[in-house]
């Protein structure tokens, strides 16, 4: 994920791992939990943010590529303040759409994703820039 625009002063990026699960409540809705493991490389020292989330991903329709949309927010702990002026403690939103495409046995999304990562004031109004990125998500799934 790359920041996608600039108003902490600084310029970051995040690469790593999210695993979750999801559970399906009503028709297309399921409710999500995730574990994140980030890299964030950023103008100081760079930093692992690791995290969670808990959300909500809809689907539509019954074709072999369905639409998604998710939503979801979450806290995370960091090795170093993320991003510089910032906190090694934030909260967490993300947005994502995409589409879902099964393929045999596995489920396969392909989602742009919106991370928001900010400590909401918390530490003053000096110490609260955010980081806003967006980039893609590839996922497999399995239904068991």
Same mark, same amino acid.
């Given at each position: 994920?790359? &920041?996608?625009?600039? =108003? %902490? ?42 995290? =969670? ?36 403690? %934030? ?17 396969? =999304? ?8 900010? %400590? ?22 399995? &239904?068991?």
């Amino acid at each position: 994920m790359r &920041e996608a625009w600039d =108003f %902490n002063e600084s310029t970051e990026s995040l690469a790593g791992f999210v695993g979750g699960m999801e559970r399906r409540v009503w028709r297309g809705l399921s409710l999500r939990g995730e574990l994140l493991a980030l890299r964030v490389m950023q103008a100081a020292d760079d930093a692992w943010l690791r995290g =969670f989330t808990v959300g909500a991903r809809q689907r539509w329709g019954q074709g072999r590529i369905r639409p998604l949309l998710d939503v979801a927010v979450g806290l995370s702990s960091a090795t170093r303040p993320v991003p510089p002026r910032g906190t090694t403690f %934030n909260y967490l939103a993300v947005i994502g759409a995409g589409v879902e495409a099964p393929f045999r046995s596995a489920v396969v =999304f392909v989602t742009g994703r919106w991370l928001h990562a900010s %400590n909401n004031g918390r530490a003053g109004r000096q110490r609260n820039p955010d980081t806003q990125a967006l980039g893609a998500v590839v996922s497999v799934g399995w &239904e068991y």
